[in-house]
């Protein structure tokens, strides 16, 4: 498979606690997207990396949230000392050089109990 | 005003009419569209884009762009049960998707 893989898959964990998503992207697409949905809502933006440099950031990102691409490959992003309302679908896309759409991963489902 | 307007529905249509979605949206996004489809629970899919003004089709899917109304919209014809999805139309501003809130479609047979 090709597309841009996302895990895990599920996560619940517990309030307090930290958590870590991985996302892999398109083969060869260097832009790469980490959204928020929650339900009823489209996805929200929270960061763009173009190759490994983290070019922008959405005020929904507080400073319990880092991601990062080390080398321009993968991402993670991760949230430290969860809270319930960090419980949403974190979604991750990948675009190629020069275009405006984007691909999605399958999702990371959060729930903070 | 939000960057990408939609209206949530639901929009019911019998199988096999046309299902028109309709989305507007603010001078911050620029003239690039798109049209993803999300089933329950599972991540968005791109169906179609639309960069210039006028209509694209893509087989039973029709985009049409209007700038000048600042509006884009989606046509599906012959519409199935299988096309029972939220619609989430995205404009693109300074390097990113700017997503509308989704309108749910539902075809019944």
Known sequence: DTGVSQNPRHKITKRGQNVTFRCDPISEHNRLYWYRQTLGQGPEFLTYFQNEAQLEKSRLLSDRFSAERPKGSFSTLEIQRTEQGDSAMYLCASSPQGATEAFFGQGTRLTVV | QKEVEQNSGPLSVPEGAIASLN?????????????????????????????SNGDKEDGRFTAQLNKASQYVSLLIRDSQPSDSATYLCAGYNTDKLIFGTGTRLQVFP
């Open chain 2, 23 to 51: 989305c507007t949206y603010s001078d911050r996004v620029s003239q690039s569209f798109f049209w993803y489809r999300q089933y329950s629970g599972k991540s968005p899919e791109l169906i179609m884009s639309i960069y």
